[in-house]
């Protein structure tokens, strides 16, 4: 994956977010990650990490990370979520400066949009 194809970190956020993902506290507010968790079929939490800013080091591979992990659960291919990341436009709802929410997804069988 070319870098100037990665979603950006807010378009990641807006898609996670629009598709049942929780968003937690940060994992290491210095360096900019942020958690979401989504629970799998069988009730276990399933984690990605995303970046807070493509300045990040390794941000193409924490976003390869969370491509990996999210076509392996929607079960599609991973160009497909890419570019339905790319596509994804942050709302308010996504903003750097908003407070970030805790909590797991309500269900384990909570449909994936």
Not at 74 to 79: G, L, T
Not at 90 to 99: H, L
Request: charged share 20%; hydrophobic share 40%; with cysteine.
């Amino acid at each position: 994956m070319i870098h100037d194809q990665l979603p950006t970190p807010l378009q990641l956020r807006a898609y996670l977010t629009s598709h049942g993902w929780t968003e937690e506290t940060p994992k290491d507010p210095q360096n900019g990650m942020f958690v979401f968790c989504e629970l799998s079929d069988d009730g276990l939490p399933i984690t990605v990490y995303v970046p807070a800013a493509a300045e990040i080091p390794h941000f193409s591979l924490r976003v390869s990370d969370a491509i990996d992990t999210v076509a392996a659960i929607e079960e599609r291919s991973k160009d497909s979520v890419r570019a339905d990341m790319v596509a994804a436009s942050p709302t308010p709802a996504t903003s750097p400066t908003r407070p970030l929410t805790i909590g797991v997804a309500d269900s384990p069988t909570q449909p994936l949009a």
